[in-house]
C-alpha cells in the first residue's frame, strides 16, 4: 500500500499541493472534529471478468467488464486507525462514449485517470468527514482529468461522467474505511455528531440548518424490488437463442421470470427505431405476461430505458403513443423511462420532458453529475433521479436528499456491478426512502464476480421472489466484507 512518505519521496509534496490547489493542513478556519480522518494509505488494482453473454444497450454493446478495487487507511484526529475497500467497474463503454476512440483507449485513459487520483488523495493532508473530502477532492480530480487528456492527446476529453466513475471507488473505501473507524454503518455517520456542515454547504440555503440524516434512513429496509435488466440482444424465448451459453443459469427472459420471480423489468430501448422499440415493449409484455400466468404473481411493471438515444422528445412521445394502442395494459405497466435524450441538457433547452412526465416519471441518470444539472433537469421537466454509486458514495447521498427535497422519485441503477460493488448500491437503495427498484444486472452477466460474495451474502445474490432482502446490511462502513 502506498503510503503519504514513499509518494513525497517520489514526488514532493509541493508539486502536488501546488496540483490540488491546497495550502497545507490547518488551512480551513472551522475546527476539526477528533471523529474527522486523514487518509494515510492507499492502493488498488485492476480484475477483467469476461460476460457471460453479451450486453447491448444505447446502440452498444459490451462483452467484459475491468473492475477498480481500492484499498485505503484512514486514522482519525483522535488517533483511531482503519481499512476500508470499494469497488467499482470502470464502465467505459457508458462513462467515456466515442465514435471516434477505441474501447482500449477509453480504458487506458481511466486507467491513468486512477493512477492520478490515487496521488491526489493519498497526497491531501486535509482532515474531515469523508463527504468534505470528497467535496475538496472533486475539483483537483477534474484537473487530473484535465491533465490525462492532454498528456494521452485524446480526440475528446475525458468528461466529467467519466471522472466521477473512476473516482468513487476511492471515494467508496474512505466512507468505508470511515464507518469502520466508528464501528457504524456509513448511514449513521451522517449526523450533526459527526459532521462539521449542514446540508446548506453543499446544496445551498434551502438546506439551512438540515443534516443527511434527515434524509437517510440509519437502519436498512427489509427488502427492495429488482430491476431485471432486457438488453436489446437478449433473447425473449428459446426460438430467439442463437448462442446457447449452457452454464444453467436461464438464457431467455421467459426462464428469468420464474427463476428469480421477477416483478421489475429494466427494457433497454433503440432511440433511432420507433418500429423497432414498440415492437420491443409489445413482445416483452406478451413473454412477461405469458410467463405470469404460470407463476403468482401480484403484478409487475416496466422501467424504459432508452440511453439517451432519443433524437427529440417528440419521438419519445409517438413510441409511447405506439405502445398504449397495441398494449393497453402493457402501456400500463410502465413505471418509469430513464434518461431518454441526450445527455448534454444545456445544448438543447427546448429539448423538454413536461408532457412526457405528465405520462410517467422520466428520470435523470447520465446527465446528473453534480447539483446543477439537477436542477436545470428539474427545470425542464424531468421529474426523478436515477442514483448510482458508480458516481461516488458522497453525490449519491446529496442528490438523494435533493431529489427527495424536490419531490422527485428515485430509483438505484448500477453499472453491471458485481460483489462488493453491488453491496455498495444495495446500501443505498436500503437507506433512502420509497426508492422504486434497484438494478441488479451481474446476476445475468457476471454471475462468476458474485460467487464469493453470494456465500457470505445469499440475500442478495441469491433472488427467489424478484426482491434482494437488505435488512442484514448492517455491518460497520459500506457493509461488505471479504467473502
Known amino acids: 500500500m502506498m503510503t503519504r512518505r514513499t509518494l513525497l519521496g517520489s514526488l514532493g509534496a509541493s508539486s502536488i499541493l501546488t496540483f490540488l490547489g491546497c495550502t497545507p493542513a490547518g488551512r480551513r478556519s472551522e475546527e476539526h472534529k477528533d471523529s474527522d480522518i486523514k487518509i494515510k494509505g492507499l492502493s488498488f488494482d485492476f480484475e477483467d471478468i469476461q460476460y457471460r453473454a453479451p450486453y447491448m444497450f444505447g446502440g452498444r454493446v459490451v462483452d467484459r467488464a475491468t473492475l477498480l478495487n481500492v484499498s485505503c487507511v484512514v486514522r482519525t484526529l483522535s488517533g483511531r486507525e482503519a481499512a476500508g475497500f470499494g469497488s467499482m467497474p470502470l464502465g467505459n463503454t457508458w462513462a467515456f462514449p466515442s465514435k471516434v476512440m477505441s474501447y482500449d483507449t477509453t480504458l487506458n485513459a481511466m486507467k491513468q485517470l486512477v493512477e492520478q487520483i490515487s496521488l491526489v488523495t493519498l497526497e491531501c493532508d486535509e482532515s474531515g468527514h469523508p463527504i468534505d473530502l470528497n467535496y475538496l477532492l472533486e475539483p483537483a480530480y477534474l484537473r487530473a482529468a484535465e491533465e490525462v487528456s ?6 475528446e476529453p475525458v468528461p466529467k461522467l467519466c471522472t466521477l466513475v473512476t473516482a468513487s471507488a476511492f471515494d467508496a473505501a474512505v466512507h468505508d474505511a470511515y464507518g469502520k473507524a466508528h464501528e457504524r454503518s456509513c448511514y449513521q455517520t451522517y449526523g450533526e455528531d459527526l459532521m462539521s456542515h449542514d446540508l446548506s454547504h453543499y446544496l445551498g440555503p434551502d438546506f439551512q440548518g438540515e443534516f443527511l440524516d434527515d434524509y437517510i434512513l440509519k437502519e436498512p429496509v427489509t427488502q427492495v424490488p429488482i430491476y431485471h435488466s432486457v438488453g436489446a440482444l437478449d433473447p425473449l424465448v428459446e426460438a430467439d437463442v442463437e448462442n446457447p451459453v449452457g452454464d444453467g443459469l436461464p438464457e431467455t427472459l421467459a426462464e428469468w421470470v420464474p427463476y428469480d420471480g421477477l416483478t421489475h423489468f429494466k427494457i433497454k430501448l433503440n432511440g433511432q427505431n420507433q418500429d423497432w422499440d414498440v415492437q420491443r415493449v409489445v413482445g416483452i409484455d406478451r413473454v412477461v405476461t405469458e410467463s405470469m400466468q404460470s407463476g403468482d404473481s401480484k403484478g409487475w ?10 433524437p427529440d422528445v417528440n419521438y419519445l412521445l409517438e413510441v409511447l403513443r405506439r405502445i398504449k394502442s397495441a398494449t393497453p395494459e402493457g402501456f400500463n405497466r410502465i413505471q418509469c423511462i430513464e434518461q431518454p435524450t441526450a445527455r448534454d441538457l444545456r445544448k438543447d433547452r427546448k ?3 413536461h408532457e412526457a412526465a405528465k405520462l410517467r416519471p422520466v428520470i435523470i441518470d447520465e446527465s446528473l453529475t ?5 436542477l436545470l433537469a428539474r427545470e425542464i421537466g424531468y421529474t426523478g433521479v436515477a442514483l448510482k454509486a458508480c458516481k461516488g458514495q458522497s453525490q449519491a447521498m446529496l442528490m438523494a436528499a435533493a431529489a427527495q427535497k424536490f419531490g422527485m422519485s428515485l430509483s438505484v441503477m448500477d453499472l453491471t456491478c458485481p460483489g462488493a460493488s453491488f453491496i455498495h448500491s444495495a446500501g443505498i437503495a436500503a437507506h433512502v426512502p420509497n426508492i422504486m427498484g434497484i438494478e441488479h444486472n451481474s446476476r445475468q452477466y457476471l454471475p462468476s464476480a458474485n460467487r464469493k460474495w453470494a456465500v457470505r451474502y445469499p440475500e442478495i445474490f441469491n433472488i427467489d421472489d424478484g426482491t434482494i432482502k437488505t435488512g442484514a446490511l448492517r455491518n460497520p462502513g459500506l457493509g461488505a466484507t471479504d467473502a
Open 150 to 155: 492532454r498528456k494521452l492527446e485524446l480526440s
Open 301 to 310: 411493471n416496466y422501467l424504459l430505458d432508452f440511453n439517451e438515444m432519443c
Open 351 to 353: 429539448n423538454v420532458m
Open 370 to 374: 453534480d447539483l446543477e444539472t439537477l
